[in-house]
């Protein structure tokens, strides 16, 4: 709130330090625009009670004014969502580090889908808070043209561009967090379609624990070939992201939960089990960004036609990266499983993870007041890209928002 607002022209700025000490761009990524207006947003629904009248006013302030802005400016003229815009909200484009380069004739400015559903989540999450009937329609018209561009294959996904003859996780993953959460909403304002959204989030919770999740390996792939198969001789195809699997278990859990679906609910507990069991780093601690399902490096054969593609590039080269948000999601999971279980298990490794978390990603000059959001494996600050020069405070605050509703249900 001190820092993200732009105040002037409403929305917010993210493009900070991995330090956090310093804006470098007034540039507005949507993905990222998406994920701020989700967190004003829920916490006026939900935390109200303790921010008290004064501090839920500002926060709705910024989530109206944000809202605002998006409706004016994110959407192109073809209905999706532009990838990045200027502070006035003139859509632009970037490069992967966040420099401005000239738009060209026939270049596309919606770059990746996540953008959309990025911005139907937050705008839901606003509609709800705001009591404002009209953003959620507005977020259920563009969630409508994302199922249709994913049907027709139209779907760019850009930053993770999809390598040659694969699928990855992350479509069905998103999916059934942003519909779930929108039939939440729909729920709301008593609108029908909660029903269809909500077979949209059944059939991507059912995707991912059929197609991805490899019970007798014990991990959960990132990509399978299109045809569903496993590639576990290939390096994408035996490739486990734990943060991306860690958070998808209980979203997963969450919409299980809403359906009465125990063996969903089991099924997603396992998974926490094994990315925290499996691929926690015994040398150094935490978990590593990417990891072979085995664990460690990622390793395998890699396609001729993929041998460039950017996420092969980040597998050899940023592997071993500790990232702040797998390890908040971490947390949320470890304590949610323990919930649903009441193995002990669950609550002991949430101990071990949260010694480390906190022993290392939090920024050590008080002045700032954050975490660190990159690090290397042995735990040094990092000043890299990961996958947008961004420095979101989304998936942390996310997290432990989540958490604590989770420990009040545990102890009432």
Not at 183 to 212: G, K, N, Y
Not at 273 to 300: A, C, I, N, S, V
Not at 325 to 354: C, G, M, N, Q
Not at 385 to 409: C, E, G, N, W
Request: with cysteine.
């Amino acid at each position: 709130m001190r820092e993200g607002i732009d105040r002037e022209n409403g929305a917010f700025y993210t493009c900070f330090t991995n330090a956090g000490d310093r804006l470098v761009s007034r540039n507005k990524y949507t993905w990222s625009q998406g994920r701020f207006l989700w967190m004003l947003g829920r916490f006026a629904w939900a935390f109200a009670d303790r921010m008290g009248p004064k501090l839920t006013a500002e926060v709705m302030a910024a989530a109206r004014a944000g809202a605002r802005f998006l409706t004016e400016h994110a959407l192109l003229p073809n209905g999706n969502v532009a990838w990045v815009l200027d502070e006035r909200g003139s859509p632009i484009l970037t490069d992967r580090k966040g420099n401005r380069v000239e738009v060209k004739s026939g270049d596309r400015l919606d770059l990746g889908i996540a953008a959309d559903q990025f911005i139907v989540y937050g705008m839901a999450e606003y509609a709800r808070a705001a009591d404002d009937v009209g953003a959620y329609r507005w977020a259920l018209r563009l969630f409508d043209s994302v199922v249709e561009r994913g049907r027709t294959g139209e779907a760019r996904s850009f930053p993770h561009d999809l390598p040659k003859g694969f699928k990855a996780h992350g479509n069905p993953m998103i999916l059934v967090e942003t519909a779930q959460e929108l039939a939440d909403v729909a729920i709301f304002f008593r609108d029908p379609a909660a029903f269809r959204l909500a077979e949209i989030a059944r059939t991507s919770m059912r995707e991912t624990l059929s197609v991805f999740v490899q019970p007798s390996e014990h991990t959960l792939l990132e990509y399978v070939h299109t045809d569903g198969m496993p590639a576990l001789d290939e390096m994408l195809g035996s490739t486990c992201n734990p943060g991306h699997s860690l958070e998808d278990a209980w979203f997963m859990m969450h919409f299980a939960a809403r359906i009465g679906d125990r063996g969903a609910i089991l099924s997603a507990a396992d998974v926490v089990r094994w990315m925290t069991e499996r691929y926690w780093d015994g040398q150094f601690g935490g978990l590593p960004q990417f990891q072979h399902m085995k664990g460690g490096e990622p390793r395998g054969s890699v396609a001729p036609e993929n041998a460039a593609d950017h996420m092969v590039v980040q597998l050899r080269e940023s592997w071993s990266n500790k990232l702040w948000w797998v390890h908040s999601e971490a947390l949320y999971a470890l304590i949610l499983s323990f919930e649903h279980t009441r193995d002990p298990w669950f609550l002991d490794t949430y101990w071990k993870y949260h010694e480390y978390v906190f022993r290392t990603f939090p920024q050590p000059d008080p002045a700032i007041g954050e975490w660190i959001q990159i690090r290397d494996r042995a735990g040094r600050p990092e000043d890299k890209v990961v996958a947008l020069p961004v420095k979101d405070p989304y998936h942390i605050t996310r997290a432990f928002m989540h958490l604590l509703k989770s420990l009040q249900r545990l102890v009432a």
